[in-house]
């Protein structure tokens, strides 16, 4: 019975050892993997900024009117096209009640005396004639006359624009909205019947439309603070409008802010840019935009792919892995120049020919895809 026991326990103790062989020689064949390398190579690099945005119609307006009231007309659409000086739409005034009352008493109040001064005119005209009375009496009797006159006539105008909304109701009438530019008729967000209120010192207004010019478009986006002090006005950009595909539209810097914004931790400064459209192509206002600016160029840099790098999780400092003639990989730390994103300038580190290791998945991914070093 002893030696049975034995016999089963060597067994069992022989397996057990084969099992941790196996477990050994699996860990050493994954330890040795191995792995992909590429070399250096020479590229030209270009860094760029891009910043996001719109496109909008450089000259915008909105007509407000002079007068509160009611559209009466609107006499255009959506989407038209006006000349400076077209009729846009019409407001009808509707007086207020005790606004009119009180012209109307003021025009009696100044008719009375007018007619008191006529009176007291006409009397010492008569004596004056007569040599009764100095010219002095009679000029300030005429010249009280001439004040009623105009009192009464400035009583009977103000009853005019309270009721009508002008004196005359022509043209020219406050009642009439009238472009300002020429253009194309963006918005109109009233609509006959709605009750607006006139533009003054204390109140902004009721818009009646929007006008702008579209054949003169600006980009309106921002731009990180890293890259505000590498651009300057002047500068030629490229401007991509995201409802028209492979089409780009060249565009110049006018405007860079002194004062940038901060959103969402970053600091954010805005540009603008003047935005050359070809003829023939259609634009629309607020279409969404994304501005190219290129930084920085160098031809014929030596460069590795930037998916190859690792960072130092102590010191963060970019090393690369470099496989050496026994099979090893080494830890080399690298000097960064510019980058594009994909491509990243080594300017200390690595030499010609060495192999460097090509440590993730997704790097291999970025190759086979033909996203690797452009020569």
């Known amino acids: 019975m002893s030696k049975t026991v034995k016999i089963i326990i060597g067994i069992v103790g022989l397996i057990l050892l084969l099992v941790v062989l196996k477990y050994f020689k699996d860990a050493n064949s994954k330890a040795i993997e191995d792995f992909k390398v590429e070399e250096p190579f020479y590229t030209s690099i270009n860094t760029q900024a891009v910043a996001t945005g719109k496109l909008n119609p450089e000259e915008e307006i909105e007509l407000k009117p ?13 989407g038209d096209k006006v000349e400076k000086g077209d009729l846009i739409a019409k407001i009808r005034v509707v007086p207020n009640e005790q606004s009119l009352v009180s012209a109307n008493s003021q025009i009696k109040t100044a008719q009375l005396a007018f007619n008191n001064a006529e009176t007291l005119y006409n009397r010492n005209k008569s004596l004056f004639e007569k040599g009764v009375i100095a010219q002095q009496d009679f000029e300030n009797s005429e010249l ?5 006159k ?23 009438a406050n009642t009439n909205i009238i472009a300002q530019i020429s253009g194309t008729i963006l918005e109109i967000p009233v609509r006959e019947g709605d009750q607006v209120i006139e533009s003054n010192n204390f109140n902004d207004g009721t818009t009646i439309a929007t006008v702008a010019d579209m054949s003169q478009m600006i980009f309106e986006g921002k731009v990180d603070e890293a890259e505000v002090g590498k651009i300057s006005e002047g500068k030629e950009i490229k401007v991509v409008l995201g409802a028209i595909k492979d089409k780009d539209f060249p565009a110049t810097l006018i405007f860079i802010a002194p004062k940038g914004i901060e ?11 003047n935005v050359t459209i070809d003829e023939g192509i259609n634009v629309r206002a607020g279409y969404s935009a994304n501005a190219e600016i290129d930084i920085e160029s160098k031809d014929s840099v030596f460069a590795i792919r ?16 470099i496989l050496e003639e026994e099979g090893k990989y ?4 690298v000097e960064l120049g510019i980058s594009d994103g994909i491509n990243v300038e080594i ?26 070093p452009r020569h």
């Open 144 to 148: 009280s006359f001439n004040q009623a």
């Open 66 to 78: 002079q007068i509160s009231g009611i559209i009466d007309e609107i006499l255009v659409e959506e």
């Open 263 to 273: 959103e969402n931790g970053a600091v954010q400064f805005t540009i603008k840019a």
């Open 330 to 333: 080494k830890n080399v730390d």
């Open 347 to 372: 300017t200390e580190g690595l030499k010609e020919g060495d192999k460097v290791k090509v440590w993730n998945k997704a790097s291999e991914d970025e190759k086979e895809e033909g996203r690797g």
């Open 306 to 321: 930037e998916a190859l790098l690792q960072y130092n999780r102590i010191t963060e400092k970019p090393f690369v892995e």
């Open 150 to 172: 105009e009192t009464l006539r400035q009583a009977q105008n103000n009853y005019q624009i309270i009721k009508r909304g002008s004196i005359s109701g022509g043209a020219s």
